[in-house]
């Protein structure tokens, strides 16, 4: 049997019932047999927390379940979809329903419009969206269309944030403010990331200097208005303002990717809460409900450039499909007060009112596990996304996050888990609190946090 680097960490602790993962070890060696890595996304694998991966059988409302029958509080919530609970009996049954009446047609449906109709008239920015599989494909097809409206090929991307595993978004930056971006990884032609360059986010100069020094070439800047793949990064006051205000200087569209944002720091994502608007805006994640699913939204004049209308070219066997758009449906019923329903919030204002208290009782929590143990850390929080960053000052771009305490972030995970706290296996995302973590939840997460503060802190 391989060893599990967990193992030895869970069975020094305390706690009252230590997890039991003999299914889940040979299952890993298992899939490792005949899926590359084990897995089929990387951060599924739990190499940055040197662990090796819990494999789950169901989930339900804030908890999870693995195949050996423990059970955690989830604060992944599938990297974001699951801001209604898991298999939500509103979901669940929308789904099975469709399911009954078929899963595909390669053919318009009602639904389709329903959700595009709803994004629209979430999103001040969005006259028409184009439904497709995932938030890169969404990404994909906004960078195609910015170049397209512009007719220029570079755009500007902000380091540590991510836009999904396209060949043209796989960069980081290369050596100088402003210089040409190298490929973050092997198979990525340089042709391509020759087009790109990357700044540190929150620095509107370094933005300004990007554009001056490719002047008339930037098609778009493309940025996570809530940067949440290096764990939670606020935008710094007036930042995307002033990125809104560069782009329109030069006639560059403002590509805002709320694959994460969309629907979860507002109804209405980023643009709302901040009241700034992008050109072109990428969705995907909680649209989806969980079932696959992205969207690419924008004024008409934009959106209408895409195939059949307008020559960009852009499909999708799948896109618009029956179960995810069924799925899509239900869970913004569930965000914006129509579903009705024991436990389902009334009203859009009650949904993500409930959404920040709990996440900000969440935060109180892990701050006081903190302050009671002497372990500094610094919690980034935008509604009900967060990130407890080992770090004693501000965490504000990518090399901040780099800065922070990688180890101690390792240690803390393993303790969490071993109290039946699922948090992402990685000190570069963020935790998702959904409608179904109740008071309960955040005070045993909450006392999870202090144990394992203090015997961290010796
Ligand atoms: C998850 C994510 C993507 C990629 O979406 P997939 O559905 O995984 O392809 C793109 N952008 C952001 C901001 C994301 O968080």
Redesign the pocket.
């Known amino acids: 049997m391989p060893w599990n680097p967990l193992l030895p960490i869970i069975s020094s602790r305390t706690m009252k019932k230590p997890p039991d993962l003999t299914k889940s070890v040979p299952a890993y060696a298992r899939a490792r047999r005949f899926i590359a890595g084990g897995v089929n996304?990387p951060v599924r694998a739990f190499h940055s927390v040197g662990a090796d991966p819990v494999f789950i059988a169901s989930a339900c409302g804030s908890k999870l379940r693995d195949i050996d029958g423990n059970e955690y509080i989830d604060y992944v919530g599938s990297?974001?979809p699951m801001i209604a609970g898991h298999a939500h009996r509103h979901v669940v049954k929308a789904v099975s329903e469709q399911a009954a009446r078929g899963t595909s047609f390669g053919a318009p449906t009602l639904a389709e419009t329903a959700l595009a109709s709803r994004i629209a008239a979430a999103f001040r920015s969005i006259e028409k969206v184009r439904l497709v599989n995932?938030?890169?494909?969404?990404?994909m097809t906004a960078a195609r269309l910015a170049r397209a409206h512009t007719g220029r090929d570079m755009i500007i991307k902000t380091a540590g944030?991510?836009?999904?595993?396209s060949d043209f978004f796989l960069v980081s930056a290369g050596s100088g403010l402003a210089e040409n971006a190298i490929a973050s990884s092997p198979g990525v032609p340089k042709a391509i990331t020759s087009l790109a360059v990357v700044i540190p986010y929150n620095d509107i100069d370094a933005a300004r200097a990007a554009f001056s020094g490719h002047k008339g070439k930037i098609a778009a800047v493309i940025v996570?208005p809530v940067a949440?793949?290096m764990g939670v990064v606020p935008p710094v006051e007036g930042y995307l303002a002033a990125l809104r205000q560069l782009c329109d200087e030069n006639s560059s569209c403002l590509i805002f990717?709320?694959?994460?944002?969309g629907f979860r720091v507002a109804y209405g994502g980023a643009q709302e809460l901040f009241g700034v608007d992008a050109d072109i805006t990428?969705l995907?994640?909680i649209i989806g409900g969980g079932l696959?699913i992205?969207a690419v939204g924008a004024p008409a004049e934009i959106m209408d450039l895409l195939a059949p209308d307008g020559p960009v070219y852009q499909a999708g066997t799948l896109s618009g499909n029956p179960l995810a758009t069924a799925a899509a449906n239900a869970t913004l019923d569930i965000l914006d007060g129509t579903a009705v329903g024991g436990g389902i919030p009334a009203s859009r204002k009650d949904c993500y009112a409930r959404l920040d208290s709990t996440s900000a009782l969440l935060e109180k929590g892990l701050l006081d596990a903190a302050d009671s143990s002497g372990v500094t850390v610094t919690v980034n929080r935008v509604g009900s996304i967060m990130s407890c960053f080992f770090a004693t000052g501000p965490v504000r771009n990518f090399s901040d996050v780099q800065s922070t305490d990688i180890d101690t972030f390792k240690t803390f995970f393993a303790g969490m888990l071993a109290r039946g706290i699922y948090l992402a296996p990685s000190a570069y995302e963020a935790m998702f609190v959904s409608l179904a973590h109740s008071r309960d939840d955040v005070d045993k997460t909450a006392a999870a946090a202090a144990e394992t503060l203090r015997e961290i802190a010796g």
């Not at 995932?134 to 990404?139: R, W």
């Not at 944030?161 to 595993?165: E, L």
Request: aromatic share 8%; with cysteine.
């Open positions: 996304s990297w974001g995932s938030g890169t494909e969404a990404v944030c991510y836009h999904g595993h996570e949440a793949n990717d709320e694959v994460i944002s990428c995907g994640k696959p992205g």
